[in-house]
């Protein structure tokens, strides 16, 4: 059986389809995905993504062990402050991996540090995928120093829900109380998460339990994503989509929405044997002057890296999938040169779209391409990421 979220039943009786996801039972839509996506974009759209793998870190030398597991440099992250790092392992070292020597990629991650305990020891949070969240915590336990460090997986005893969308406070920075935050939290409090930088966090309070406030999403959209306890997590999702006037959205418009904006999945842009150089991450991978899981050898491919990733656009709504193979016709002949990592009908900008790999060569002279969808030759169209970029009103 699937597990279940402290939200599933509001979820199965507000007519949320349900699917297993990662081994959680999920909503993927409530009315439609495309309604949802738009929502999201002109609107408020909230998320239940409590299936998402919260693990707690703290002791004296936090801050040093995750500097020597995280390809992100963590020792000079500020106070209230996050930072989006892939986890790597090495190939022999991990539970079924069977690689030659390169190392390996276990998940990708928001790393947060909150304020540090009175006896100055350190706290951090990484939220982790679902999917991944079992092996990245069997993974980093086991390279747990003797002491100076503790790991604790809080998911099942926490919640988390993100709130994305151009309004989420309200229309200027005036209106904060006209957002859907307002029926939940009080003028200080709102006024300090409307003037919170990207990826910054704010500790704060509701109904007198702690409560973890982020600026950071899956969209592409201004909002915040909340990490509280279990027991609080059904009033504050019907203060939001009841009296906040927040639309519940599921996981299908979370994905094309996260499409648009060119942010990777794990299983698709991301896997075990990804480059992080070719998919477009090499800012996450800090490796001068550093040591973690297969550091060295990502120097090498940094240096090596001969393929990235590209945007394309169809002529049609019809959309690529995961895998379909991008084609460039030369002198008469036509060769792969890369293949899709995802493809979605874009309710913004009404095309498929798709991310891929591709050989850097024919990127950088811009060739006419081509998807072979279902053993349909599509057009695409290169063109720069993301594919949708929100207006920004600072």
Same mark, same amino acid.
């Given at each position: 059986m699937p597990q279940r979220t402290p939200l599933a039943e509001w979820h199965e009786n507000n007519r949320g389809r349900m699917v297993d996801f990662a081994g959680w039972s999920m909503p993927v839509q409530y009315s439609s995905i495309v309604s949802e996506h738009l929502g999201t974009r002109k609107g408020v759209g909230v998320f239940d993504v409590s299936h998402m793998g919260r693990v707690a870190v703290e002791g004296n030398q936090a801050a040093e062990w995750l500097d020597s !597991? @995280?390809? =992100?440099?963590v020792v000079d992250l500020p106070v209230c402050r996050a930072r989006y790092t892939l986890i790597t392992g090495v190939a022999g070292e991990e539970d079924n991996v069977q690689l030659d020597g390169a190392p390996v990629i276990l998940d990708d991650a928001l790393v947060t540090r909150l304020a540090d305990q009175k006896d100055g020891s350190q706290r951090f949070v990484l939220v982790v995928n679902a999917s991944n969240r079992? =092996?990245?915590v069997r993974w980093l336990q086991a390279r747990l120093p003797p002491e100076g460090v503790t790991l604790n997986d809080t998911t099942e005893d926490? %919640? !988390?829900i993100a709130v994305q969308g151009p309004l989420v406070f309200g229309h200027t920075a005036e209106d904060v109380f006209a957002g859907p935050l307002g029926s939940v939290f009080g003028k200080k409090v709102l006024q300090? @998460? %409307?003037t919170l930088p990207n990826y910054g966090v704010l500790e704060t309070e509701l109904s007198g339990e702690p409560v973890l406030v982020s600026r950071t999403g899956y969209t592409g959209e201004d909002g915040v994503e909340i990490i509280l306890g279990s027991s609080q997590a059904l009033g504050l999702w019907k203060c939001l989509v009841e009296e906040g006037s927040a639309i519940p959205c599921g996981l299908g418009s979370r994905d094309t929405l996260r499409l648009e904006a060119a942010m990777p999945l794990y299983g698709h842009e991301l896997c075990e044997k990804t480059d992080p150089f070719s998919a477009g991450l090499g800012f996450a991978v800090n490796i001068d002057g550093r &040591?973690?899981?297969g550091a060295e050898e990502m120097r090498t491919r940094r240096s090596s890296s001969d393929r990235c990733r590209i945007g394309l656009v169809f002529e049609s709504r019809r959309a690529a999938r995961s895998g379909d193979h991008v084609l460039v016709s030369k002198n008469g002949t036509d060769s792969i040169c890369? &293949? +899709?990592t995802s493809g979605s009908f874009s309710p913004t900008c009404e095309r498929g779209i798709a991310l891929a790999i591709v050989d850097r %060569? +024919? %990127?950088e002279q811009e060739c006419e391409l &081509?998807? @072979?969808?279902r053993g349909v030759r599509l057009p695409a169209k290169l063109v720069s990421l993301p594919f949708y970029r929100r207006h920004r009103h600072d």
């Open positions: !597991m @995280l390809t =992100r440099q079992q =092996r990245v926490s %919640a !988390m300090q @998460l %409307a &040591e973690f899981p890369g &293949e +899709i %060569a +024919i %990127a &081509e998807v @072979l969808v």
